[in-house]
């Protein structure tokens, strides 16, 4: 297309926001979590997008992706994103780079966007109004009544009719501690709200099934990454004796991780995460992958990120309403969504693009870069 806008300039920024209480899983623990930021410009116009990975992945994005995106048509979005991918080469692209991907990715579908006047799903083109969202966050930290209380705020104050919790505590050290908090968030949320959980690879095979006879007894009908999506093999046979839906993808950098995960038959609803995957380039030829086979796809985390691409798919299950980034998202942006009654509605008020802007103030206190 010729006479279209150029981008002029990307810059990087971030931003560190500590948790409000210790938080672990089954793999993990933290007491912060870092969101990198990226702008890029055209005209009088900048889109943002963003992703959650370390401090580091915005000198890739300074280094690396700025030269090849700068001076370049800004409608070429697919392009761009092809010309990342191959900038990073001898970088290595899983991980930090193409986290960096992602954030230039998200943040030139913004811009497009904005320069067309459109909300991002309107461009994309919408598959539904509505996407779906469930409440996740019962980190293995938390005592029963903070478990409780954050349960009880989804289901019963916002309305949301699905939740997750943490389990896999100490790489599996704490199998009946898991049962016993299971058990727990079955009855803060009674029998009608649908019941998931995520060990976050800490299992090893055997023990994975044996939780899963269990949870089954709970009606928990989503298991995620019962043993790491590392071993796709395994996780596989997992799937293929589990009683719930088993899911994993959610560490997945490339499109030929998916087509592998997909093809040996590991999941029953495929995860991929826009800000590690290569941002909604790539997360829409993921979702494609799934719909191929049959299978659903659902956003991993950071949900104002995916709202928008989310609701372009037809096969989207759900997207994560992940108390960390829904805290943070908070804080950094206006425009934020509601997910009153169990789901959110991208676009709804005309806003172009993402429909959100850096709260400057707000954000502040929180940049370290």
Request: with cysteine.
């Amino acid at each position: 297309m010729t006479d279209q806008p150029v981008v002029e300039q990307v810059d990087s920024s971030v931003y560190t926001v500590p948790t409000d209480a210790p938080e672990a899983d089954g793999t993990l623990t933290w007491d912060s979590t870092t969101l990198v930021l990226v702008t890029v410009r055209g005209g009088d116009v900048s889109g943002l997008g963003y992703t959650y990975a370390p401090a580091a992945t915005a000198a890739v994005v300074d280094d690396l992706l700025a030269a090849v995106v700068t001076g370049s048509p800004a409608f070429d979005v697919p392009r761009l994103n092809e010309e990342m991918c191959r900038a990073v080469r001898n970088a290595g692209r899983p991980g930090v780079a193409a986290q960096a991907i992602a954030a230039a990715d998200i943040a030139l579908w913004d811009l497009k966007a904005r320069l067309l006047g459109l909300p991002l799903v309107d461009l994309l083109g919408a598959a539904r109004d509505d996407v779906p969202v469930y409440g996740s966050g019962g980190f293995t930290t938390y005592d029963a009544e903070r478990q409780d209380r954050q349960l009880r705020g989804w289901t019963e104050d916002e309305g949301i009719p699905r939740v997750k919790i943490k389990i896999g505590e100490s790489w599996g050290r704490c199998e009946e501690r898991d049962r016993e908090r299971v058990r727990r968030a079955r009855a803060s949320v009674g029998d009608s709200t649908a019941l998931y959980v995520d060990a976050n690879g800490a299992y090893s095979a055997k023990q994975a099934l044996r939780v899963a006879d269990a949870l089954g007894g709970e009606g928990v009908t989503w298991f995620e990454e019962p043993v790491s999506s590392d071993h796709l093999a395994t996780l596989a046979a997992i799937r293929a004796r589990a009683p719930m839906d088993v899911t994993a993808g959610e560490y997945g950098y490339t499109l030929p991780y998916f087509e592998h995960m997909l093809t040996v038959g590991a999941v029953d609803c495929l995860q991929a995460d826009v800000t590690r995957c290569g941002g909604i380039t790539v997360w829409l030829r993921a979702a494609a992958l799934a719909h191929a086979r049959g299978l659903d796809i659902s956003g991993h985390c950071a949900p104002h990120a995916h709202a928008h691409a989310a609701a372009a798919v037809p096969n989207l299950r759900h997207l994560e309403w992940f108390h960390d980034h829904v805290r943070i998202e908070r804080i950094l942006f206006d425009g934020v969504l509601d997910p009153a009654g169990g789901s959110i509605t991208p676009g709804a008020d005309g806003s172009p693009g993402l429909g959100l802007t850096l709260a400057a103030e707000r954000a502040r206190p929180y940049r370290v870069r």
